[in-house]
């Protein structure tokens, strides 16, 4: 028996692939607290709005890659490109270590944002593949713990930095993921739930009429439209919060960044790892009831950051502050692990990494400009305000979400 005709395969798809999810988020988050240690050999750093834009420039090329990649995850094998993107983002982070100048670390961070952009797209669709019935939203869960793990290790990164050095942390987990990635090629199988055409040759003009294809059956569909607000509408807080919630902690309570790091991305990516976990367990017993059950278990969580926004803008005190960051990782965990559930719901999975790409472009282009627009309240002093004041795009998702999603099926089929 083949061992992805083994029973366990399927979990077995998920262990793999968290590791992934792991170093995808660990790889990028730590640069975020080791700006200390940074700014002392590459001087630029020291200006919160040019940290910003080294911030940024990810989120950007992220973004706009995010749909590329799903478009290509679709038609190809989705196991090369999980290999050939963390072993391209783990080489660029192991290069990371010898950057000297702030042009160097922009480049480098802009090819970091095409090569992580090849994952998730194809990531979750290929466990989406494997996991179509009960244990959808358990094995997505399970899968995002390792994101959040991710970026709770990268706040390590300022530690690390504090006791060796900066650049030891970027060669040390680069030199890892460059392993696990061929590591990878000897278990990961792909598993499409459809069948693609290649008994016939293809010219690059029915190719193009094919992604046309998909793009008009995503855009045509209403629900998709409020998905892709409801996706990147607390994409705003929840960008902010990784990336500016270390510095928000170090000038907020006067706290060194070595600790102000760690106790900030530890914090909310814990609290997030219970969310999802709950939000996954809740979501595959309440759909087979209610088949809104999935929207109904995400906006539960959603509506828990919003009073955890106003705690972390207007705390006074290290208690307030992290009982705010404990409450938004919980809830924004039970909103995450419900987004490519509920995608499948209405977008059959011949488009499911197109549709998970073009989410990640919307959601990621508005991180990318709430990480710009805080480095210049981090200059400005008004960073705590600003925060708090993110609570009102939640609220507007939560309203177009509940009155206008409605789902006919647990698990969309196959539309050519």
Not at 132 to 159: C, D, E, N, P, W
Not at 193 to 201: M, R, V
Not at 226 to 232: G, L, P
């Amino acid at each position: 028996m083949k061992l992805e005709d083994k029973k366990f395969y399927p979990w077995l798809v998920v262990i793999l692939l968290w590791f992934v999810a792991l170093l995808n988020y660990l790889d990028r988050q730590m640069l975020s607290t080791m700006k200390p240690s940074m700014m002392m050999d590459i001087a630029e750093l020291a200006k919160a709005e040019n940290f910003g834009r080294l911030m940024a420039i990810f989120l950007w090329i992220y973004a706009f890659m995010s749909p590329v990649s799903g478009v290509i995850a679709d038609r190809l094998n989705r196991k090369w490109l999980i290999v050939g993107s963390l072993f391209v983002w783990s080489a660029v982070t192991l290069a990371m270590g010898y950057a000297t100048t702030f042009n160097q670390l922009y480049v480098l961070r802009a090819i970091m944002g095409v090569s992580e952009a090849f994952y998730m797209p194809a990531g979750l669709a290929l466990i989406a593949d494997y996991h179509q019935g009960k244990t959808r939203s358990m094995a997505i869960g399970i899968h995002i713990t390792g994101v959040y793990l991710g970026q709770a290790f990268g706040g390590f990164g300022a530690t690390i930095a504090s006791h060796f050095s900066w650049q030891f942390t970027f060669h040390f987990f680069g030199l890892i993921g460059v392993i696990y990635s061929l590591v990878l090629i000897l278990f990961i199988r792909e598993k499409k739930s459809y069948a693609i055409d290649t008994s016939e040759k293809t010219s690059v003009k029915m190719e193009l009429a094919n992604i046309y294809k998909g793009l008009a059956l995503l855009f045509g569909n209403v629900a998709f439209w409020v998905i892709i607000f409801w996706f990147s509408a607390p994409s705003l807080p929840g960008w902010a919060v990784k990336n500016w919630l270390p510095t928000l902690l170090s000038d907020a309570l006067h706290m060194d960044m070595s600790k102000a790091g760690p106790l900030a991305t530890i914090t909310t990516a814990m609290s997030s790892f219970v969310g999802v976990l709950l939000g996954g367990y809740i979501s595959d017993r309440w759909v087979q009831k209610n088949l809104k059950g999935r929207i109904f278990t995400a906006a539960s969580g959603l509506v828990l950051t919003i009073p955890a926004l106003f705690l972390i803008g207007y705390g006074n005190g290290i208690f307030p502050i992290l009982a705010g960051a404990v409450l938004f990782g919980m809830g924004f965990g039970m909103f995450d692990v419900n987004n490519m559930p509920i995608l499948c719901q209405f977008v059959s999975p011949r488009y499911r990494a197109s549709g998970y790409g073009l989410l990640n472009l919307a959601g990621i282009s508005a991180g990318a400009v709430i990480t710009r627009f805080l480095g210049k309240s981090v200059d400005g002093g008004s960073i705590r305000e600003d925060f708090a004041m993110l609570s009102v795009v939640v609220v507007v998702a939560l309203i177009l979400q509940l009155t206008i999603l409605k789902p006919k099926t647990i698990n969309k089929t196959d539309e050519l």
